[in-house]
């Protein structure tokens, strides 16, 4: 069965404190890891797709690595807008279909 | 959200009705899902669908089917609503390789 576990659950930074945030996996067949962010009472928002171990993808103050077991986002000097949940999930394919499991998210509050 | 609308997205239904929710899609995607959103679970899909006519169970299909008569509409049906069955559902699609899945902005659903 597909495991997604991230950490930590929630996570509280002052503004400019740079941070990880962690998405462990367990699956057969990765076809991706996929980060997203979720702002209260709105669908998850599509931030990076990652393939391969050691694939690095960047958006302003975010990057996310992977590797054969974890995937990282790293928020650097982030500010009150970057406060949301963060989602991870993984894509796996039974045949030619395609699934995406998610972990639970953590949750980010930045403070001014 | 990139041609995705939920419809309700409030409901509050009693105990024992059967509910529907529709998911309407303008990009033609193939690829379609119901997820479900509940605090301490994140997201878990209930049931995804490959083409028209062709569906399959997600991890916790149980009180709820799904039709797709036409590539844009998918329609989640809970046959006799359960108080369990209170919350957040999103719609989904693949929207290719790199992309990853857009989702709808969730409906809400609450079950007395």
């Known amino acids: 069965e597909d495991q997604v576990t991230q950490s930590p659950e929630a996570l509280r930074l002052q503004e400019g404190e740079s941070s990880s945030l962690n998405c462990s996996y367990t699956?057969?067949?990765?076809?991706?890891l996929f980060w997203y962010r979720q702002d209260p009472g709105k669908g998850p928002e599509f931030l990076f797709t990652?393939?391969?171990a050691g694939e690095e993808k960047e958006k302003e103050r975010l990057k996310a690595t992977l590797t054969k077991k974890e995937s990282f986002l790293h928020i650097t000097a982030p500010k009150p807008e970057d406060s949301a949940t963060y989602l991870c999930?993984?894509?796996?394919?039974?045949?030619?279909?395609?699934?995406?499991?998610f972990g639970k998210g953590t949750l980010l509050t930045v403070n001014p | 959200d990139a041609g995705i609308t939920q419809s309700p997205r409030h409901k509050v239904t009693e105990t024992g009705t059967p509910v529907t929710l529709r998911c309407h899609q303008t990009?033609?995607?193939?690829?379609m899902y119901w997820y479900r959103q509940d605090p301490g679970h994140g997201l878990r899909l209930i049931h995804y669908s490959y083409g028209v006519k062709d569906t399959d169970k997600g991890e916790v299909s149980d009180g709820y089917s799904v039709s797709r008569s036409k590539t844009e509409d998918f329609l989640l049906t809970l046959e006799s609503a359960t108080s369990s069955q209170t919350s957040v559902y999103f719609c989904?699609?693949?929207?290719?390789?790199?992309?990853?899945?857009?989702f709808g902005s969730g409906t809400r659903l609450t079950v007395v």
């Open positions: 999930a993984v894509q796996t394919s039974g045949g030619s279909n395609y699934k995406l499991t």
């Open positions: 990652l393939y391969s």
């Open positions: 989904a699609t693949r929207t290719g390789t790199n992309y990853g899945y857009t």
């Open positions: 990009e033609n995607h193939r690829y």
């Open positions: 699956v057969s067949g990765l076809r991706g």
